[in-house]
């Protein structure tokens, strides 16, 4: 077990309707990373939250949006669902950099999986 | 040329066996190397991360890293039934890019 957190564990939507998923990251780290994972991939880097602002975003549309809150959890928004956003979401935890050191190591939650219809 | 490229598998060995995976990646100015067993339905779990070239053992398992080859493996010794999972090889670019860069994965089967 990380500590890492997820809510729902299994959703089901229809096209074009908006979601929101959750993470509780571990104790004690301050950056939560968001990843998509398509069936047969290896997770693709949706965005970063560091102390509560993106620090960092992938090859996303706007329609995935985030936010941190002051306790470090985090959520992910995606409007306007499409059938290609169903996929396993995974949440990742980690201490950033506090003086400009690199971000540690990245544990993940246990996904939400989201299934557009 | 994608930024990390993995065998896809899927890769067999017998129980008792080295199992061997490779990873190769692109960005030459990586500085953070993960390896992640991920189970059928399950999130990724971290096995090791290694940050300089050489090796770095940890209990059955050993990483070796070149950065002058931009290759990274993994070596599982005594492979077992329960070793059999999908590993993902994972990079972080230059500081100030905060993201892991995965691969798509080695399916593992260690046949009893």
Known sequence: ET??????????????????????SQSGHNTVSWYQQALGQGPQFIFQYYREEENGRGNFPPRFSGLQFPNYSSELNVNALELDD??????????????????????????TRLTVL | QKEVEQNSGPLSVPEGAIASLNCTYSDRGSQSFFWYRQYSGKSPELIMFIYSNGDKEDGR?????NKASQYVSLLIRDSQPSDS???LCAVKGRTGSEK???????????NP
């Open chain 1, 86 to 111: 169903s996929a396993l979401y995974l949440c990742a935890s980690s201490f950033g950099r506090a003086s400009g050191g690199n971000t540690d190591t990245q544990y993940f939650g246990p996904g």
């Open chain 2, 61 to 65: 398992f050993t990483a070796q890293l």
């Open chain 2, 85 to 87: 999972a999908t590993y």
């Open chain 1, 3 to 24: 500590g890492v957190t997820q809510s729902p564990t299994h959703l089901i939507k229809t096209r074009g309707q908006q979601v929101t998923l959750r993470c509780s």
């Open chain 2, 100 to 110: 892991l860069v995965f691969g798509k994965g080695t399916k593992l089967t260690v």
